[in-house]
């Protein structure tokens, strides 16, 4: 009897540290499919040290909500760029999901824009007074700021679109892992990718994860290392961006190259060491 009772409690055991854990992802993380996939292997490669998962999609917000609901406990899986003051606030798998992809920035303008003939450098940009349309809370509305861009913001992505169909500003700053399928789903608007610059500067998607839960936290770092160990980090980013770059002819554009401050050093090596791009930046 005691040693029917000792298996029936093993079980038990067992059967409580395996149970399928439910993890909540931002709405439109799971809306992405490179992004849901990647968080999808990960955490299948970490499922025989910490059981089994189903992912849940949290309630649809604008980013500055869901980072928000990130810290507070709401939603534990958040897919974003990271910025020093982030990094604080929650922690970061810090390998960044798209190596380095959300850096590259091409422009969607006006169909009737010719404000880029001729631009070459920052500071055309800056003479010229451009404008970029950014999120109000996006770490991309700092680095434009920080290298004296010119913004327009607005705290509605989708408010954005419009906005530069009536001509509010003149770049919608987009990364080149984003903006076909965007022009696609806005193709009633007048709006286009502007052909002949790409913006480039040290950013990523990184996964933050839920900071009261430092087991969820060991389980995608350690589903992370799995995934680079057999490759499928890359594959995976291969399948979905293999050719983004020679799509968008980046090499035969001009490379406008801002710096950017808010960003750790930590965050940054590991963008010079996955990434597809490697920056020295000034000052470090």
Known sequence: MKILLLLMSSLCFFNSVHATENIIVYNRNMNNDF????????AKLSQAAHG??????????????????????????????ATSQREKNAKLINVPLDRGLLGFRLCLVHKDSDVFFGISDVQEFITNEITIGVGEFWADRIIFEQNNFATVTSSTFSELFSMLAAKKFDCFSRSVNEISNELREHKALDI????????????????????HKPELLLRFTQGMDLAIQNESYF?????????????HQIYERRLIFLQRDNISEKTLDSINKYGIASFIQQGR
């Open 35 to 42: 992004v849901k996939t990647s968080i999808e292997n990960i």
């Open 52 to 81: 089994g998962f189903k992912l849940v999609a949290s309630e649809d917000m604008e980013q500055g909500d869901a980072f928000d609901a990130l810290v507070k406990g709401e939603i534990d899986i958040l897919v974003t760029s």
């Open 235 to 247: 594959q995976i980013f291969d399948t979905f961006f293999g050719n983004v770059l020679e799509q």
């Open 192 to 211: 286009k990718i502007e052909p002949k610059i790409v913006i480039i500067y040290p950013n990523a998607d990184f996964i933050f994860v839920n900071p």
